[in-house]
């Protein structure tokens, strides 16, 4: 399905690299890529990177695309549409954008109606992205399947039922590296503090996210039941993860991804108004 098809990329930044990197690596030809950007920075390292066509600006040339992904900041959104829409034919047209509703991203494309919204992350840059998908009622089955194919190039995916939904993927998988990033930053802060270096902190961190996200994908038992085999009774881990519910960290995190969906509703009001 992939290596058939033609794609534009609107917006050539840090998603794009990663689904653009996904696409060659599954076997889709340069020659059948093409990405517009404004920053003459971002095209050169595309081209260097990947060997593609860039464009400073929408042409008549997107019109051939079979897929088309906005790639573009929010804050960016609308006016990318705007310069996009004459140019733009019966593309399959995926936003990954954060926030962006279907029926803003639609609108702004003249009533545009095969769009997906899709929201990966940057794991997709080492092929184990997960990426959330929503389209509008009456997608045709070859757009979901192909917005899936786009999507499983950099990793796995899932399908929501409603748009309002991928702010939840959002707050939960979109934003979720920086989390586990932020994690793995303190366990190398709390390594060094308890006399390991720094090197030593960050391999024992990551080595520890990968191995347990492993094991936890891997196993049929509830996440609650390989945490609890952990904690002896009465031994570290306990007390551990006492002065975590002490600190009401559990709550917290809960708290701070509802925050996260809270922001991407308001960023939808916010450029949706426009
Ligand atoms: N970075 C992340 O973790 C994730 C980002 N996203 C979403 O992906 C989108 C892109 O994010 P990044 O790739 O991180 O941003 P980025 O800043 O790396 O890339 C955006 C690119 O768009 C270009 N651009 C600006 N105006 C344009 C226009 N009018 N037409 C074409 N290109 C234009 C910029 O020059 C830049 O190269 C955002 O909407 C973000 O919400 C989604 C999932 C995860
Ligand atoms: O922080 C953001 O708005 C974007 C969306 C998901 C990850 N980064």
Redesign the pocket.
């Known amino acids: 399905m992939l290596t058939q098809s033609t794609f534009a990329f609107?917006?050539?930044?840090?998603?794009?690299t990663a689904l653009i990197g996904g696409l060659r690596k599954r076997g889709v030809p340069a020659s059948a890529i093409q990405a517009?950007?404004?920053?003459a920075d971002?095209r050169q390292r595309l081209s260097a990177d990947f060997g593609i066509a860039t464009a400073d600006a929408p042409h008549a040339g997107l019109r051939a695309a079979d897929v088309l992904v906005l790639?573009?900041?929010?804050q960016?959104?609308r006016?990318?549409c705007a310069?996009l829409a004459p140019h733009l034919g019966d593309s399959l047209v995926i936003s990954?954008?954060?926030?962006?509703r279907l029926t803003d991203l639609s609108r702004w494309l003249n009533g545009h109606s095969r769009v997906v919204r899709a929201?990966?992350?940057?794991p997709a840059l080492a092929g184990m992205g997960m990426t959330g998908l929503a389209g509008p009622t009456g997608l045709p089955a070859a757009d979901r399947d192909m917005a899936s194919a786009v999507a499983n190039a950099v990793g796995k995916s899932l399908w929501v039922a409603d748009d309002a939904q991928i702010d939840a993927v959002t707050a939960i998988s979109?934003?979720g590296?920086a989390y586990v990033f932020y994690f793995i930053e303190a366990m190398q802060r709390a390594a060094t503090e308890l006399g390991l270096s720094a090197e030593q902190g960050r391999a024992l961190a990551v080595e520890t996210f990968v191995g347990a996200a492993t094991l936890a994908g891997e196993s049929p038992e509830a996440v609650s039941t390989l945490r609890e085999r952990v904690t002896s009774k009465g031994g570290t881990t306990y007390a551990a993860l006492t002065a975590m519910a002490d600190a009401g960290m559990g709550d917290a995190f809960v708290r701070a991804m509802q925050a996260a969906a809270a922001r991407g509703r308001e960023m939808g009001e916010e450029f949706g108004r426009q």
Not at 36 to 39: A, L, Y
Not at 96 to 100: R, T
């Open positions: 609107i917006g050539g930044g840090n998603m794009a517009v950007d404004p920053f971002a790639a573009v900041k929010p960016q959104f006016e990318a310069a990954v954008a954060a926030g962006i929201m990966p992350n940057t979109g934003s590296p």
